[in-house]
């Protein structure tokens, strides 16, 4: 089994990114995910050379995850349609630029019930489509997330767990991302989830909640059954980055802490 772990830079959210960079590997990070969103990425092309080139003198490896609040891939509105597309392929190419992983894309909320989710699926598969050329470009993956709850989410766990295999068979630059938090709220049956996955799963972004908000807590701290996750994720031999994305604001000894819990309840 690979052992990587990953801390999101969700937790520094609007901060500096070099400092954060910094201060989570300070804190045990081997890997760290950009979160590209806030004025902090509001940067023209050259400013993202002059960034990358910056990043990669760090003693770290990267994920990317492009920005996600106020974009939707397969919103009802095309302006929006397309201005995700565009901050996806801009969030790829510069994952190229620091030889990232993977781009994690969030496939797209229905927010409505009115709304048709078997169009947003539709609208999901040519999106990604041309954003795995991009990928392919750039050397990096995508890591297609389960997104939305409270209804908003365009899948059921069915049709997310066949969703790559239907649409996207032969293309090995797309893959999974399982976030556990979003499947416990939409009542998701986690570890056959992961099971069902685990031949495409490329990263698990790994939080708690109590159960009816994002609340993106510390391992242990919401209501989420740890111990069948744990348990299926060394029975099935999952080999994948394992992402602890922690909300804004929670002191960043808590990822040192649940780094060491999943090295104790995976690796032993």
Same mark, same amino acid.
């Given at each position: ?15 500096? /990114?070099?400092? &954060? ?9 081997? *890997? $760290?995910? %950009? ?111 389960? /997104?939305?709850? &409270? ?9 997310? *767990? $066949?969703? %790559? ?104």
């Amino acid at each position: 089994m690979t052992f990587e772990i990953c801390y999101s830079e969700n937790t520094r959210l609007t901060k500096d /990114v070099k400092e &954060n960079v910094l201060h989570l590997i300070e804190h045990g990070a081997e *890997t $760290v995910e %950009l979160f590209i969103d806030g004025s902090k990425w509001e940067l023209t092309e050259s400013q993202f050379e002059e960034m990358a080139a910056m990043l990669k003198e760090l003693p770290v490896q990267y994920t990317v995850h492009p920005p996600a609040f106020d974009i939707n891939l397969t919103s009802e509105n095309k302006a929006v349609r397309e201005t995700a597309f565009s901050e996806y392929k801009k969030s790829i190419q510069f994952a190229g630029m620091i030889d990232a992983s993977h781009v994690v894309i969030h496939p797209g909320f229905c927010f409505s019930s009115v709304f048709d989710k078997q169009v947003a699926q539709e609208r999901a598969i040519v999106y990604i489509k041309q954003l795995s050329a991009i990928a392919k470009e750039n050397h990096v993956k995508l890591a297609i997330e389960n /997104v939305g709850y &409270n209804g908003s989410s365009i899948f059921t766990q069915e049709e997310f *767990t $066949v969703f %790559l295999d239907k649409n996207f068979e032969h293309d090995e630059s797309v893959g999974y991302l399982i976030d556990v938090g979003h499947a416990l709220l939409n009542q998701w049956d986690i570890p056959k989830l992961i099971a069902d996955t685990k031949h495409r799963l490329l990263a698990l972004h790994l939080h708690d909640n109590n159960g009816t908000s994002d609340d993106h807590l510390p391992i242990y701290e919401g209501k989420m059954e740890w111990e069948a996750i744990f348990n299926t994720i060394r029975e099935e031999e999952i080999n994948c980055e394992f992402i602890l994305e922690y909300d804004q604001n929670i002191p960043l000894e808590k990822l040192r802490e649940g780094k060491e819990i999943i090295r104790r309840e995976i690796f032993g």
